[in-house]
C-alpha cells in the first residue's frame, strides 16, 4: 500500500479523462517544506504563519519573517508558494499578542485574523514587507485570512503598494511584478458575495473549516457539537459552488485548502464544481492523487448536479460514497 502510493509521487495528477488538476500542500512550518517535496506537490496552497507568532512573548522583526520565509520559497525550487498574513484569534492564540484577545466574548467572531491585521497596519506592513523581499526568490502569492468585505481587501492592497514603493525607494530587492493578492473565502458573508470580492482579488481559496464552522454555528473545535459538523451540509456546498462559479465567472484562480480537499472521498464533488486546485497537508496528497487519477471528470460533474438536488447530508455521503465506490 505505501509502495504503491510512493509510485504516485511521480505521475500526474490527472483525471482519467485527462483534465490536470493542481495538487498543493498545506504547511505550517519551516521544516514541512520537505514533506511537500517528498509527496510531490505542484506548490504550497496554504502557508500558515502563525508558527512564527506562537511560543514567545516578542513579535518576530521584517527580518526574521524574510529570512524563515525565504528559507521556505528556496525550499519550494520554483514551485509557487501561497503565504497567508497572520491568523490568529478565535480558536488560534499567539502569546505575544495575548493583550488582544483578553476581553473578548466571542473569540471566533471577534479581533481574528485580518482583523487583528488592519487594526495593527505595522504587523500587517513587516508581514507584507517579508513577503514582498521573498517574493525575490521565487514565485509567491499572499493570501488574506477571514476577508469579509471588498473594503478590506483594497485596504490591504493600497497598504501593499506603499510598502513595496517604500522598499523599492530603498533599493531593497521584492517580487517584480507584485505577488497576486488573493482571499480566503472562510466566512458565509463573503462567499455570498464572492462575485463582489472576486473584482478586488486575483484568486480565492476556499476554507471550509471555518466556513463550515460559520455557516452551521457549529464551534470547530467544540466536541460537544463534533457530531453536528458536516461540510456536507447543503448549505456549506452552497457556498462551496456559488464561490467557486463567481470565480470562474471572473476568471481568477480558485482552490480548496481545507480538511475536506485532504479527503479522497471528496473529491468527485469539488472537481465536479469546476475546482481544479486543492491544497492539502501533505500526508493526504498521494491518496486524493489515486481517486483524481481513477475519476472521470464528465461522470463527476454530472453526480455533483444530482448530489446538490440533495437536501440531507447524510444522502450526499451515501451518494458519493455510491460514486466513490464504482471507480
Ligand atoms: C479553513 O478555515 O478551512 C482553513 C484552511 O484555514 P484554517 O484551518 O487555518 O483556519
Ligand atoms: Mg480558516
Keep these: ?31 514541512d517544506v520537505e514533506g511537500a517535496m517528498d509527496c510531490g506537490a505542484a506548490g504550497v496552497g496554504l502557508l500558515r504563519t502563525e508558527f512564527l507568532y506562537m511560543n514567545r512573548d516578542d513579535l518576530p522583526d521584517e527580518e526574521e519573517q524574510y529570512e524563515s520565509l525565504k528559507g521556505i520559497v528556496e525550499g519550494m525550487q520554483g514551485r509557487t508558494v501561497t503565504a497567508r498574513t497572520l491568523d490568529v484569534g478565535g480558536e488560534k492564540l499567539a502569546t505575544s499578542l495575548g493583550g488582544h484577545f483578553a476581553d473578548c466574548a466571542n473569540p471566533a467572531l471577534g479581533l481574528r485574523a485580518i482583523r487583528l491585521s488592519l487594526r495593527e497596519p505595522k504587523l500587517l506592513e513587516t508581514q507584507l ?8 526568490h521565487g514565485p509567491i502569492r499572499i493570501l488574506l485570512p477571514m476577508i469579509c468585505t471588498v473594503s478590506e481587501v483594497r485596504k490591504v492592497r493600497e497598504i501593499l503598494i506603499r510598502v513595496a514603493n517604500r522598499l523599492k525607494r530603498r533599493g531593497v530587492r521584492i517580487a517584480d511584478p507584485l505577488p497576486p493578492l488573493g482571499v480566503m473565502i472562510e466566512i458565509p458573508g463573503a462567499a455570498l458575495s464572492a462575485d463582489a470580492l472576486a473584482t478586488t482579488c486575483d484568486f480565492f481559496a476556499i476554507g471550509t473549516n471555518d466556513l463550515t464552522q460559520y455557516t452551521l454555528a457549529i464551534d470547530r473545535g467544540d466536541e460537544q457539537v463534533a457530531h453536528l459538523y458536516d461540510p456536507l451540509h447543503p448549505a456549506v456546498l452552497r457556498l462551496i459552488q456559488f464561490s467557486t462559479e463567481a470565480a470562474l465567472r471572473a476568471r481568477i484562480p480558485v482552490s480548496v485548502c481545507g480538511e475536506i480537499a485532504g479527503d479522497p472521498r471528496y473529491a468527485a464533488l469539488l472537481l465536479g464544481f469546476g475546482i481544479r486546485e486543492l491544497s492539502m497537508s501533505p500526508g493526504s496528497l498521494l491518496a486524493v492523487k489515486r481517486r483524481i487519477r481513477a475519476l472521470d471528470l464528465v461522470e463527476a460533474t454530472r453526480r455533483a448536479r444530482v448530489i446538490m438536488e440533495q437536501s440531507d447530508a447524510g444522502r450526499i455521503a451515501i451518494l458519493l460514497d455510491d460514486f466513490n465506490a464504482l471507480a
Excluded: Q
Design 1 to 31: 500500500e505505501r509502495e504503491a502510493l510512493k509510485r504516485l509521487r511521480d505521475l500526474p495528477a490527472v483525471t482519467r479523462d485527462g483534465t490536470s488538476i493542481v495538487l498543493n500542500a498545506n504547511i505550517e512550518m519551516p521544516r
Design 129 to 136: 514587507a517579508a513577503m514582498l523581499r521573498a517574493g525575490a
